[in-house]
Each structure stands twice: as structure tokens, then as C-alpha cells.
């Protein structure tokens, strides 16, 4: 395998991923619009929360712990703002 062959393995595998994560972010906009917000707001507060809880089990650097926290601050205000 060339390079090249790596490159294009590489570049099909990111892009099968983003159809993935686009999706995903499809399923879960029809599932938030079906559902009350009493029933997937706590799922929601878990997703996050587990990403805040794996991100400091990762030993990541302070700068990446403060992006994901102000990422977390970001999606709390929007929910806010939008009770």
C-alpha cells in the first residue's frame, strides 16, 4: 500500500464518519422535537456531564478541560435561554 492508498483509506474513513455524527445529530433533533424536555434533558445533562468526567480521566491539558467546560457552559446557556 502506497501512500496514497493510506491518504484515500484515511480521507473515506473521516468522511463515513461525519455521515455518522450528521445522522446521529439528525436522530437525536427528531427524537428532541418528539420528546418532552423532562425526558431528554437529563439525558442530555448525562452525555455532557460524561464528557466533562472522560475528558479529566484523559489527563488532557488545562486549556482542552476549559474548552470542553466552556462548550458545556455554551449548550447549558442556549437551553436556557431557550426555557
Excluded: C
Excluded at 455521515?19 to 428532541?32: A, D
Excluded at 445533562?45 to 455554551?74: M, Y
Amino acid at each position: 500500500m502506497t501512500d496514497s492508498n493510506v491518504r484515500d483509506y484515511i480521507d473515506g474513513k473521516h468522511a463515513r464518519d461525519r455521515e455518522q455524527r450528521i445522522e446521529s445529530i439528525k436522530r437525536w433533533v427528531e427524537y428532541i422535537k418528539s420528546e418532552p424536555p423532562e425526558k431528554w434533558g437529563p439525558q442530555q445533562n448525562a452525555v455532557v456531564n460524561g464528557q466533562l468526567e472522560a475528558a479529566q480521566n484523559a489527563q488532557t491539558s488545562a486549556d482542552h478541560q476549559q474548552h470542553v467546560s466552556d462548550i458545556a457552559s455554551d449548550i447549558l446557556a442556549v437551553r436556557d435561554d431557550s426555557d
